[in-house]
């Protein structure tokens, strides 16, 4: 019934097995665990570097397999299926790393990539802020250049994901604080830099294994070898890797909703109500074939976008078509997914519970939904901001 999907070799499938057998191993037996602690034990980021379960699309100088994106798709797509999103290995792997591969000196990269990929460290990247979310250019964060080279970095950010762990930041600051989008750049920052103070751990609706903080930054004093890329050029380093960025939501949505297209088919078989499955119900039934039709086009949509990226076609507001619709759709699928489950469906041991409460944020970081729509207006030449 499903259409063959085309994107993944043998070698890719391999791969696949392999991680699966590794989540079965180092992250199903303790999950649960991390989830009433908000956070993932620090030895999975080295046991999955171990594994070369990190960094696999570097250059294998720099500690990675060269591998191509697939192998990371295949980790979104599993550790979302399996609802496994404590695990933060995907914006270290996708995100921070190749920021360092793309903008950073070649010194910045023999110091910072092989520790990415073996886990000996872990990567965040600090956009948001109390104050600047959605309008990252009302960022307050100031890195201000000092009379010997040096930058001063003042400020704070919020929402951090893996911020409680990470030994590397990307922050993103202005170095000239009257210029707007055009004075922000991007600075490595590591821990335990003087006046560089982790906050507190955020307590969240779903993610719960996830640590999500927020950092303090107190006249920490960057060497001029901090700053990523061009000085005053971080705003076009974040637009450049956007459609990446936004193609990992939509990836990981299409596979968290099939994953819970699957458990209600096997549960509503089970379940017996006025003596027969709840699967016998005409409105299961339908809505389970709406739900899957809608997860089949959405499969269909964001392999194609794949495809695009790796040939370096596409563009930033496609990548916003596939991340808010398919977002939409993975809590649409999940809310009707609770529902066949009946009061089950509202207790944590069940994995559609915990599906429901993981798929809500995914309309919200990344961007927004409205903000991906603004995009998608924009490149057809309407208006607004
Ligand atoms: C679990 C989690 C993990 C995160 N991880 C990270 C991370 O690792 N690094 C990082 O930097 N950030 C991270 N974020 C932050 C995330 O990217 C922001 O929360 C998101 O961009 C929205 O910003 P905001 O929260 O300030 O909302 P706001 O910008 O205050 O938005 C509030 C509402 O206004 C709407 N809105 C805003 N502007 C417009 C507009 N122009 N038109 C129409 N509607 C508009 C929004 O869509 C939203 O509905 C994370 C957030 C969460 C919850």
């Not at 922000?184 to 906050?199: A, C, D, H, Q």
């Not at 990992?248 to 819970?260: F, L, N, P």
């Not at 039709?293 to 596939?322: G, P, R, Y």
Request: proline letters at 3%; a negative charge.
């Amino acid at each position: 019934m499903t259409i063959e999907r085309t994107l993944f070799t043998a070698d890719h499938e391999a791969f696949r097995d392999s991680f699966r057998r590794f989540m079965d191993k180092e992250i199903a037996p303790f999950h649960d665990d991390w989830e009433e602690q908000g956070y993932v034990d620090r030895a999975v980021w080295s046991k999955a570097g171990e594994n070369g379960f990190l960094c696999m699309a570097l250059p294998d100088t720099y500690g990675g397999a060269g591998a191509d994106l697939l192998y990371s798709v295949i980790q979104f797509e599993e550790l979302w299926a399996r609802g496994f999103t404590g695990i933060g290995f995907g914006l270290h792997n996708e995100i921070v790393a190749p920021y360092i591969l793309r903008y950073g000196t070649e010194a910045q990269k023999q110091h910072y990539l092989p520790k990415l990929a073996s886990g000996e460290m872990v990567g965040a990247i600090a956009m948001s802020e109390p104050g600047a979310g959605s309008d990252l250019q009302a960022v307050k964060t100031s890195a201000i250049r000092q009379a010997d080279g040096s930058y001063l970095l003042n400020g704070s950010k919020t929402f951090i994901t893996n911020g409680w762990h990470a030994d590397l930041v990307i922050v993103v600051a202005k170095t000239d604080p009257a210029a707007g989008a055009k004075g922000t750049s991007l600075f490595l920052v590591e821990r335990g830099m003087p006046g560089f103070e982790k906050g507190k751990r955020l307590k969240k609706l779903g993610l719960k294994a996830q640590d999500t903080s927020e950092l303090f930054f107190n006249d920490v004093r960057l060497p001029a070898e901090a700053l990523l890329g061009d000085i005053n050029r971080g705003f076009v380093c974040l637009m450049e890797q956007l459609p990446w960025e936004r193609l990992q939501i939509a990836i990981s949505a299409v596979a968290a909703s099939q994953a819970a297209i699957d458990h209600t088919v096997a549960y509503v078989k089970e379940r017996k109500v006025f003596g027969q499955p709840v699967g016998n119900y005409q409105n299961t039934r339908y809505t389970l074939a709406e739900l899957q039709t809608e997860v089949q086009v959405a499969q269909v949509f964001v392999d194609k976008c794949i495809e695009l990226l790796m040939a370096e076609k596409l563009d930033t507001a496609t990548a916003s078509m596939a991340k808010y619709w398919t977002s939409d759709l993975q809590c649409k699928v999940m809310d009707e997914c609770v529902q066949l489950h009946g009061g089950y469906g509202f207790m944590w041991e069940y994995p559609i519970t915990r599906a429901y409460a993981d798929a809500r944020v995914q309309r919200i970081y990344g961007g927004t939904n409205e903000i991906m729509k603004e995009v998608i207006t924009r490149a057809m030449g309407l208006g607004g901001r």
